[in-house]
């Protein structure tokens, strides 16, 4: 079976500090880890993904296989990061079908 | 190119009731996919679509049923409805030959009453 952890349910900074959404995952096979976000009015959209090893909007998030961790991190949050996020994993090369974790609110303010 | 659309947008039904949930996949993919999303909760996987037939289940009981259109659309249908189905329901497709993610729709907010 597959879990994904996020801790978090909010997360709240000021604006220029840094963030770190944690999420935590359980699997016993090779995952693929996402990062999904819902800005408010907006639909749920893929923010990154562990394979592509990209910076999207100033995100990073590093696959620690040891830690079985994703963790997202900026160093500098700005207002308009303030969203859902979500985690997700799913089994490599199966089915496109995701797991997600319960989602961090993340208000950074002004 | 469209995105995806879920229709309708809010629906109040009684306690049980049958419902359809309606979803139109972004133009050139082929696979869809069904999530329950309860208040405070991550979306929770139902049942994916593809080439018309189920591709994989979540642990949802068989009143919940779905089917695909050559098209690809998708009708999500849940029988007997109970109070505990009140959710946003989210549909998500995405392009069977490519791994760049979901595209999700808005959803369709259920109440149970």
């Given at each position: 079976a597959q879990r994904v952890t996020q801790p978090e349910k909010l997360l709240s900074v000021f604006k220029g500090a840094p963030v770190e959404l944690k999420c935590n995952y359980s699997y016993s096979g090779s995952p693929e880890l996402f990062w999904y976000v819902q800005y408010s009015r907006q639909r749920l959209q893929?923010?990154?993904?562990?394979?592509?090893r990209e910076s999207i909007k100033g995100f990073t998030a590093d696959l620690n296989k040891g830690e079985t961790s994703f963790h997202l991190k900026k160093p500098f949050a700005q207002e308009e990061d303030s969203a859902m996020y979500y985690c997700a994993l799913r089994a490599s090369g199966g089915s496109y079908i995701p797991t997600f974790g319960r989602g961090t609110s993340l208000i950074v303010h002004p | 190119e469209t995105g995806v659309t879920q229709s309708p947008t809010h629906l109040i039904k009684t306690r049980g009731q049958q419902v359809t949930l309606r979803c139109s996949s972004q133009s050139g993919h082929n696979t869809v996919s069904w999530y329950q999303q309860a208040l405070g909760q991550g979306p929770q996987f139902i049942f994916q679509y593809y080439r018309e037939e189920e591709n994989g289940r979540g642990?949802?009981?068989?009143?919940f049923s779905g089917l695909q259109f050559p098209n690809y659309s998708s009708e999500l249908n849940v029988n007997?409805?109970?109070?505990?189905?009140s959710a946003l329901y989210l549909c998500a497709s995405s392009p069977a030959?490519?791994?760049?993610g979901y595209t999700f729709g808005s959803g369709t907010r259920l109440t149970v009453v």
């Open positions: 893929l923010l990154l993904r562990h394979i592509s | 642990n949802f009981p068989p009143r007997a409805l109970e109070l505990d189905d030959d490519k791994e760049d």
